[in-house]
């Protein structure tokens, strides 16, 4: 895992000079994911939001399946972060116990269940790492917008949602898609990732303001 | 930091917010702790942010959808489920910590004014021991410095003070909790954050007529570029 990555970061000094084919296709690995325009995919999202709902009533049969999912993927997450086999486990295994007990304040309306597990993971793993906090504000905490909440009728249904954010996570180009992987893969600030990349600092926030914008109109969000 | 125009809301929203790459960095994880608290609080009088903060996480959820799953090997679904009939057993303390949640309610009307995420950090503004660093510029610590060279503190200055001039090996965040500033990108007022990197130089001025309150977050040093500057610099610990 790490050497995949060490060898994606190797072919990825190059970028925007040379268009070595085998670096667009490793970093197009993301975009060119076989699930992007998948109904299944979405299916699989609904499915997964209805278990996350299941859980908070007790379900284990529900939880059984979320772990089934979930807890390989978390392991891998903190695998391509780094962290050891046996940490990655545990990490996992946090995982999954804070989304049993947690499952009662997931709401459906307002993230996809792969969302709101790479939430938990990324604060346990903040927690175990670094013994820091992450900073948050909860959702009764917003200072004076308490009616900020969408619309029932803007609220995209979760299915259409997963849909259209897979579509624009395969409509990345592959240096979009590169650094949006090193951003959330590498544990690194955007000047290391810059360096990584020989580009300057500009490029790398300039790529994921882009990567951003696409994300933002396939979620429906587009005029802001 | 991108200034954006002002939703049609009644309330005053902020106008300088955190780029979408510190969005996506936060979102991430990726960023330290004394900077993800400043990117917190402009969160906190934010929505618009707070919405873009969903996208990063439903992206941060679609890449760990897609990575390819990492066989386990000591984990499994049966020690886990020991671990919760044990967690949920009558008579264990855990169970009774099963609900709360991440951040609390304010303990009090005293602490109604401080954005949640730094009620962590601080009981109440009005509680805090200031020390004094210049003239017009008070000061207390929240996270003493980190081996990567990350700090955060609040910085109170009177009105019409203005902060050394100075440059930053790194990024810096600045967000206002009370009162005004202003530098050479424009004025910032509650909720408002600065975000300043690479080679800029910069000089806030506290610029209405009661003291500005503001959290300041680095990852790197300040480098003070007067000679006033310099004189402060091992004593304002930035």
């Given amino acids: ?224 | 930091m991108t200034a954006r125009q002002p939703a049609a809301r009644q309330l005053v929203l902020p106008n300088h917010h955190p780029s979408d790459a510190l969005l996506v960095a936060y979102g991430a994880g990726s960023l330290g702790e004394g900077l993800s608290l400043a990117v917190a609080v402009h969160l906190a009088h934010c929505p618009d942010c707070r919405a873009t903060l969903a996208e990063v996480e439903a992206l941060g959820g679609a890449l760990l959808e897609d990575l390819p799953p990492a066989p386990l090997e000591n984990l499994s679904l049966a020690a886990t489920l020991d671990r919760l009939e044990r967690e949920e057993a009558p008579g264990n303390p855990c169970k009774a910590m099963r609900m709360r949640p991440r951040c609390s309610r304010p303990a009090g009307p005293a602490a109604a004014s401080l954005p949640g995420p730094l009620r962590a950090y601080v009981p109440s503004l009005e509680t805090l021991s200031w020390q004094r660093l210049a003239p017009g510029v008070r000061r207390v610590e929240l996270l003493p410095r980190t081996s990567s060279g990350g700090a955060a503190q609040l910085l109170r200055i009177a009105p019409g003070t203005a902060l050394p001039h100075h440059g930053h090996g790194g990024l810096e965040l600045t967000v206002v909790l009370s009162g005004h500033f202003a530098d050479e990108l424009g004025r910032y007022g509650p909720g408002d954050l600065a975000e300043v990197d690479g080679d800029t130089n910069h000089q806030p001025i506290a610029d209405s007529h009661r003291d500005c309150i503001c959290l300041i977050a680095t990852d790197a040093p300040l480098r003070f570029t007067g000679l006033m500057g310099r004189l402060m610099q091992p004593f304002i610990g930035l």
């Fill in chain 1, 1 to 224: 895992m790490i050497a995949q990555l060490a060898s994606l970061l190797t072919h990825a000094a190059g970028a925007d000079r040379t268009p070595d084919p085998k670096r667009i296709g490793q970093a197009a690995r993301v975009s060119a994911n076989p699930a992007a325009a998948d109904p299944a995919a979405a299916r699989l999202a609904a499915d997964q939001s209805a278990d996350l709902v299941a859980v908070a009533a007790g379900d284990r049969a529900a939880f059984a399946r979320l772990f089934a999912h979930f807890a390989p993927r978390v392991k891998a997450y903190m695998l391509k972060l780094g962290m050891p086999a046996q940490r990655a486990e545990d990490l996992a295994q946090d995982t999954m116990l804070s989304v049993w007990r947690k499952a009662s304040l997931y709401d459906p309306a307002k993230a996809e269940a792969a969302t709101w597990v790479f939430t938990i993971a990324r604060n346990l793993r903040i927690d175990m790492l670094r013994r820091e906090r992450h900073p948050e504000v909860s959702d009764d905490e917003l200072q004076e917008h308490e009616d900020d909440r969408p619309r029932a009728d803007e609220v995209l249904d979760g299915d259409r949602r997963a849909r259209r954010l897979r579509g624009a996570l395969a409509s990345l180009t592959p240096e979009q898609a590169e650094v949006v992987q090193l951003s959330f893969f590498a544990d690194l600030a955007h000047p290391a990732i810059a360096e990584r990349l020989d580009v300057p600092l500009g490029t790398v926030k300039s790529r994921l303001r882009l990567a951003m914008a696409k994300i933002r109109k396939a979620l429906g969000d587009d005029d802001r």
